[in-house]
């Protein structure tokens, strides 16, 4: 049996892969990824995903407004992310979540839109992707009130250390790493993962941003997830081919897609 990975989180529309995303996609089937999911984080890029996921068969989507974007989040621009989420390849509501790191929308803009958007996810049936960056006590409870949880989803690029991770398990989430696993520095990054069940850990690039050793600081693609799954399979002692099973797995359950 071939050994398959599953980008479970990468931008392929987004402007860097303009040139040549063509060639991007088909080198990273070429690589071994078996399936992506494409994050539409605004509006273009939900249109976008859309897109891709109508072209390629074994491309996913979501449909959401990244705090980045949070600000623009209209009424009409929620209802049309809602008509969006019917199509059956999108499988979750993301990115959403609260970024005080850069702050470009102001925060009281990201908690509304990141509230009103975990209240689309339950409407709709739907996990969520969720982008915390230095907020992760309210990105907590913010899932917390309004019944997020239940939904299961993804913290997204786990930048957190390991006790949060066991506590997102607990009520019962995913955990995703990206390229950052692999940095020299990224300790911290490492003993998360080393703490997260086998059975929920998955793995992304995040694409185009944070490439994986031996790529860091070049464009990133899915094709460089192998990277990182492998760098994550050594840390918890299977191989390769192992490891690449049960994140292909943990992302068909995440996601409900059929494996
Ligand atoms: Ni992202």
């Not at 899932?143 to 989803?153: A, C, D, I, R």
């Not at 993804?154 to 991770?165: K, L, N, Q, T």
């Not at 955990?175 to 993962?193: C, D, H, P, Q, Y």
């Not at 002692?237 to 797995?249: C, F, L, N, S």
Request: hydrophobic share 40%.
């Amino acid at each position: 049996m071939t050994t398959l990975w599953f980008d479970s989180h990468a931008h392929v529309d987004d402007e860097q892969f303009e040139p040549d995303q063509e060639q991007v996609i088909r080198r990273a089937f070429d690589a071994g990824v078996g399936r992506m999911v494409n994050i539409g984080c605004d509006r273009q890029a939900a249109l976008n995903t859309l897109a891709l996921v109508e072209r390629y068969e074994n491309i996913y989507g979501t449909v959401g407004f990244h705090p980045h974007n949070a600000k623009d989040l209209t009424d009409d621009l929620l209802a049309a992310a809602r008509a969006w989420a019917a199509h059956p390849k999108i499988v979750a509501i993301g990115e959403i979540g609260l970024d005080f790191h850069y702050d470009f929308s102001p925060r009281p803009a990201q908690r509304e839109a990141y509230r009103r958007q975990i209240r689309l996810a339950r409407e709709l049936g739907l996990p969520i992707t969720i982008h915390d960056r230095e907020a992760h006590r309210e990105a907590f409870d913010i899932l917390t009130e309004e019944g997020g949880w239940e939904q299961g989803g993804i913290f997204h690029c786990y930048s957190g250390g390991a006790e949060m991770a066991r506590e997102i398990v607990r009520r019962g989430f995913y955990i995703s790493f990206s390229g950052v696993l692999t940095f020299a520095n990224a300790e911290k990054t490492r003993a998360a993962a080393a703490a997260v069940p086998l059975d929920r850990l998955l793995i992304e690039t995040d694409c185009p941003y944070l490439a994986p050793a031996p790529y860091r600081g070049q464009r990133n693609e899915p094709a460089y997830v192998v990277k990182t799954g492998e760098a994550l399979a050594a840390l918890r002692g299977v191989t390769p081919a192992d490891m690449a099973r049960i994140t292909w797995e943990n992302a068909c359950r995440v996601y409900r897609i059929s494996d």
